[in-house]
């Protein structure tokens, strides 16, 4: 089964919505709550970071009888230091986000640790694209 949802840059109304419905789908096909849990965290953040950091964006789930995969891909500035990213607490957004209660710096380092595989690329000034996959 694929899930495909368009997130839209500063929408923050929108923001969480993709995320939400695909925790829906999850538990209508049975899942485990234990898993559900980690996809709806990597999916959040995934999503924020979107609606945060880019111009425009997707989140794709393809879900399977052996795990989730989620896929954030977006069109945005890109991430200049990835290693840096991934520490906690390290944020590039800005004040007017941080204001709102958001940018804390915990969007990738959580998406890294739930989890099982976490792979990021991304390309200054065209987007950047995470892919992660949640075992069942």
């Not at 695909?22 to 709550?33: S, Y």
């Not at 996809?39 to 950091?53: G, L």
């Not at 945005?76 to 804390?104: H, K, M, N, V």
């Amino acid at each position: 089964m694929r899930l495909t949802y368009d997130v839209v840059a500063n929408d923050f109304n929108s923001a969480g919505k993709a995320a939400e419905q695909a925790k829906r789908v999850l538990k209508q096909i049975g899942v485990d709550p234990s898993v559900i849990r980690k996809v709806s965290i990597a999916a959040y953040e995934a999503e924020m970071n979107i609606v945060i950091h880019a111009y425009k964006g997707k989140l794709l789930f393809s879900i399977t009888p052996a795990y989730v995969e989620l896929i954030a891909e977006d069109q945005g500035p890109g991430i200049s230091d990835i290693q840096r990213a991934l520490e906690e607490g390290y944020s590039t957004a800005p004040d007017r986000i941080r204001e709102l209660g958001f940018g804390a710096g915990m969007g990738l380092p959580n998406m890294k640790r739930f989890t099982d595989i976490f792979e990021i690329d991304s390309v200054i000034g065209k987007g950047t694209k995470v892919r992660m996959v949640i075992n069942l």
